[in-house]
């Protein structure tokens, strides 16, 4: 509990979107928050150098930026004068064609930015909030969630011990509180490293005849090279460069140890992306910067008690091929907010802040937590692995620009009977998702990237459903056609007999 307040004490661990925006989350219901970050303070010179090299572009869309606006409106519009709209997918054929794709036949984009100035708002919204305070620099060692007890590690290797009671693990895919909370419950945890990596690079501004920095590509399409089993992708920053992310297996990157030859293989496989980012900066690329590798993790439960909840990649990390792990984790606050309200957690309730006293609200919203999330974040995981498949090869196949083509029609044949997304908007604030039978048509990616109103697992149930529509309409064809076939065989046939 706050000392000499009265109201009880949550401690975030992890100070990054998801950690901010819980800790605003909570601030704004009337908690006393204290947020710790092992890291420096990321605003500082020295952190941006040291990050410069390994971050993957965010696109942050209708889910991101619902959770914000449903937790701090202000923040909201302010952050989204620093995004740049991406209207659809840029696709890169060997020969340097490129062909549109774009994302929503109304127009609806999703967004690219800067994940450190999206960190650096929300982080300056926390430090100017006044129930918030910030450690930076200090690293969670050991939990015991019973007595209420954290312990960290400052700068100086010294022990902090600091009390709570209520603990939000946002510390990220390798999370120290999901770890701790593991000896509490009995948690199913699964972690799985794809046999891929990314390594990122990067396409400095053009320039104009007037010498003036311009776009090298069209800035407002998410630029893809497909490549069946590898891909590039190009996102826009503020500046006029580009972010560009090489995906592709472990073994292929093992076999372009020498840049030299990695350079040759660029050129190969890229030749209108090489003049854009240049020799020199492919060479340096594969010589410097980092392979990251690519992780999936599943967790249940997210909670213990009413003392401890993980939120974002600490419970959900995903491969980042449909564009939501950001997103997920910023509507993982959201819904929790929701959750919290709707029980009617107090924070100044302190009679269950001694002892093995438990909160029952909050314990009991907690539960309520990890029981309806689960499904939503095993849903779009698998969604996230799924969507690879089809970003590195199909986008480039016939069969899917026909499919694309068919969800698009059938779409548009049933618009009348949808609802305006912007119908259900304000609801996110008091309901987690007001679009439990979503009707119509609706393509999915447009369910899981601009209609914060329907869960995850409603958009992949609604898409398995029609999926199944299209292939018995397949099916379908095929018989009619096998029957056309079988009639016109039959009137050659007699036609043939009367000639003879």
């Not at 009995?186 to 396409?203: G, W």
């Not at 039978?437 to 999915?444: M, N």
């Not at 095929?478 to 036609?495: D, M, P, Q």
Request: aromatic letters at 8%.
């Amino acid at each position: 509990m706050a000392r000499g307040k009265g109201i009880r004490k949550a401690v975030v661990v992890g100070a990054g979107p998801v950690g901010c925006l819980s800790a605003l989350s909570l601030a704004q219901m009337g908690w006393d928050v204290e947020v710790y970050e092992g890291r420096p303070d990321m605003r500082l010179p020295s952190s941006k150098a040291s990050a410069s090299l390994r971050s993957i572009n965010l696109a942050i869309s209708a889910r991101g930026i619902a959770a914000i606006q449903a937790i701090d409106p202000d923040a909201a519009s302010r952050f989204l004068q620093g995004v740049i709209p991406m209207k659809g997918r840029m696709i890169h054929d060997h020969s340097g064609r490129q062909k549109s794709q774009i994302y929503d036949r109304d127009g609806q984009c999703i967004n690219s930015i800067d994940r450190g100035l999206l960190n650096e708002g929300l982080l300056d919204e926390v430090s100017a909030h006044s129930s918030i305070r910030v450690f930076f620099q200090h690293k969670l060692s050991t939990a015991d969630f019973d007595k209420r007890v954290l312990t960290f590690r400052d700068s100086a290797e010294k022990e902090v011990q600091v009390d709570f009671d209520f603990c939000v693990g946002a510390d990220g895919s390798y999370s120290n509180v999901r770890r701790q909370l593991m000896r509490s419950v009995r948690m199913n945890f699964q972690q799985t490293y794809i046999p891929h990596e990314y390594l990122e690079l990067k396409m400095p501004p053009g320039k104009d005849p007037e010498g003036n920095s311009i776009f090298s590509i069209d800035p407002n399409h998410l630029h893809i090279w497909p490549r069946h089993s590898f891909m590039l992708i190009a996102l826009p920053n503020k500046d006029r460069s580009f972010t560009c992310t090489l995906f592709a297996p472990t073994a292929d990157f093992d076999q372009l140890a020498d840049p030299a030859q990695a350079l040759t293989w660029f050129k190969n496989q890229f030749p209108d992306a090489l003049p854009l980012i240049g020799e020199t900066a492919v060479l340096e690329g594969f010589r410097n910067n980092p392979r990251s590798p690519l992780i999936a993790i599943k967790a249940n439960p997210y909670h213990y008690k009413d003392r401890a909840v993980i939120l974002g990649d600490a419970a959900h990390s995903m491969v980042p091929f449909f564009g939501q792990g950001l997103n997920c984790g910023l509507e993982d606050v959201r819904v929790l907010d929701v959750i919290l309200r709707e029980k009617g957690v107090d924070p100044a309730d302190i009679s269950s802040t001694s002892g093995d006293s438990v909160d029952a609200r909050l314990a009991s919203a907690l539960e309520k937590y990890t029981e309806t999330r689960h499904g939503d974040l095993i849903a779009i995981s698998d969604l996230a692995m799924a969507n690879y498949v089809e970003m590195r090869h199909s986008v480039a196949t016939p069969s899917y620009l026909f499919l694309r083509s068919l969800d698009n029609l059938f779409s548009l044949w049933t618009s009348g009977s949808q609802i305006a997304p912007s119908s259900v908007g304000p609801l996110l604030s008091r309901i987690p998702f007001p679009s439990t039978s979503p009707s119509g048509w609706i393509p999915l990616y447009t369910m899981v990237t601009f209609r914060p109103d329907i869960s995850y697992s409603t958009a992949k149930l609604k898409a398995e459903k029609q999926q199944k529509i299209v292939a018995n309409l397949g099916w379908l064809g095929s018989a009619i056609g096998i029957a056309a076939i079988g009639l016109a065989t039959l009137i050659v046939s007699r036609r043939t007999r009367i000639l003879n």
